[in-house]
């Protein structure tokens, strides 16, 4: 099962045409998104993010590959997003500025794939390339700014595959805060947490190995390193018009330029990640991470965990049908220590388990998935060869009360979800035809200081060929 619609989008198999060392192919994705009441942790108390929103978002794709040898592939893939508003009105800003037409067109994907070096034990993938590791839960999306647009990192990647039932990446990564390669650019940042450009390039690299010596528990170990480069936010004023100091113990304030000062994160992510086949019809997930590091003179420490149970059901086989549980985990900052003990989603700031949520952590940064506790019951089967229905209901709770609200309940939520397949071979062998109907639903706890119940509705509807 999918964790999250992005995930499982990211995941799907091309439709490919090919002419002997020429392979090619593409995408048009259309989708509406209807949501409000949101609420985030901001000053003053109370605000919802954003208010009423109602737009359409438009992503063709366009990919190709070639060999120009035996062990080489060159493959190359463009994207762009177009965005119409109904609600809010588009700002009155620069054109393009809120993905307007014809908005930018960017390398999704950029890379060479060498294979078989050294006797065979050794791939080599360098260049703008979509990595995605377990359930997302570190690497996943390196360019969360521009929402599900790209997923792309800048990365070298070696595999080594010269260990029994093992294979080991080898990564290093360099996102820079805007894409150099756009067309058309609206020079969009696409790394930073704030809405305006933080000018935050991010770096890094380390392993991922990922062992397969148990059929029943495989087991997967990682160890990363991320820098996340200074960058400067706008100060607040109070209403006698003063510059609000900053709460966190590693900014400063810039009175003269109004800005917020954040120093560099210099961080190290390890962590383990195992998939046991408990019994035939009963499967378990299992991550566990720590992160140790340092902003100037402020220690980082943190941690994670994921667990997660699936059962099929011995009753009407036909619906496939399953039920599953999961608790989700990550450390808060607690502002009073001089320590920063929040969880950093590093290259994993993307829906995970709400795309409805994923916009409450706005007024920490885009996408930072930090400070919850996520308990989780559903269930989901196939009434038909092309439907897929998922429910789901969880409760979300803060272990640092660090909201307007001052409590540690951020509320409770359900998911349903409906993912179809109209067709396939209309127009060509290979394409396919598909889409999702979603509904989520919060009602705050008392972390915030708002009642009314966060909603967002969406339908997707996908052309692959």
């Known amino acids: 099962m999918c964790v999250g619609l992005g995930l499982c989008a990211a995941q799907m198999a091309p439709a490919a045409q090919t002419n002997g060392v020429v392979r090619w192919g593409g995408d048009l994705r ?10 985030i942790k901001a000053d003053p108390p109370g605000y919802t993010r954003g208010g009423e929103n109602d737009y359409l978002r438009i ?44 908005d930018e067109i960017l390398f999704d994907n950029l890379y060479l794939d060498w294979r078989d070096l050294a006797q065979g034990r050794l791939d080599l993938r360098l260049g703008r390339q979509d990595v995605i590791y377990g359930n997302g839960r570190v690497i996943l999306d390196g360019t969360p700014k521009d929402g599900s647009r790209s997923l792309y990192l800048n990365a070298l990647k070696a595999t080594w595959k010269d260990i029994p039932d093992t294979k080991v990446d080898f990564l290093a990564i360099y996102d820079p805060s805007i894409d150099p390669l756009a067309m058309n650019s609206s020079d969009r940042d696409v790394t930073g947490f704030t809405a305006a ?75 383990f990640r195992i998939e046991p086949r408990l019994t035939k019809r009963l499967t378990a997930n299992v991550e566990a991470a720590v992160q140790v ?47 920063d003990e929040g969880w950093n989603p590093l290259w994993s700031r ?82 396919v035809i598909k889409g999702h109907l979603l509904l989520e639903l919060i009602r705050p706890g008392d972390y915030y200081k708002v009642g009314d119940t966060s909603y967002f509705l969406r339908w997707q509807l996908s052309y692959e060929f």
Request: glycine share 12%.
């Open 30 to 39: 259309v989708r509406e998104e209807h949501f409000n009441y949101i609420p």
């Open 59 to 102: 992503r063709p794709r366009l990919w190709m590959e070639v060999d120009p040898g035996r062990d080489l592939t060159l493959r190359v893939r463009l994207a762009d997003e177009m965005r119409l508003w109904n609600k809010p009105s588009p700002r009155p800003t620069l054109q393009r500025s809120n993905y307007d037409p014809p």
């Open 197 to 271: 450009n933080d000018g935050m390039d991010e770096s890094g690299g380390g392993f991922y190995l990922k062992n397969r010596s148990f059929k029943d528990m495989p087991v997967e170990l990682y160890g990363l390193y991320k820098r996340e480069s200074p960058y400067e936010v706008a100060a607040k004023k109070d209403a006698a018009g003063n510059y609000v100091a900053p709460k966190l113990a590693w900014q400063t304030l810039d009175s003269t330029h109004g800005v917020i000062n954040n120093p560099a994160l210099n961080l190290g992510t390890f962590g």
């Open 293 to 339: 590091g340092q902003r100037n003179d402020v220690g980082v420490g943190a941690y994670m965990l994921d667990i997660g149970l699936t059962n099929t059901l011995p009753v009407c086989e036909s619906l496939k049908p399953a039920v599953f549980a999961s608790f989700y985990l990550l450390s808060g900052d607690d502002p009073k220590t001089g320590h």
């Open 350 to 431: 993307w829906p995970q388990n709400s795309e409805l949520y994923v916009y409450a952590f706005d007024a920490d940064g885009a996408g930072r998935w930090s400070n919850l506790i996520m308990p989780t019951l559903g269930a989901y089967c196939s009434p038909c060869d092309w439907l897929v229905t998922t429910i789901s209901g969880s409760y979300l709770a803060a272990p640092a009360a660090d909201g307007p609200g001052g409590g540690h309940e951020r509320g409770w939520m359900g998911i349903l979800n409906g993912t179809f397949t109209l067709g396939r071979g209309w127009l060509t062998q290979n394409d």
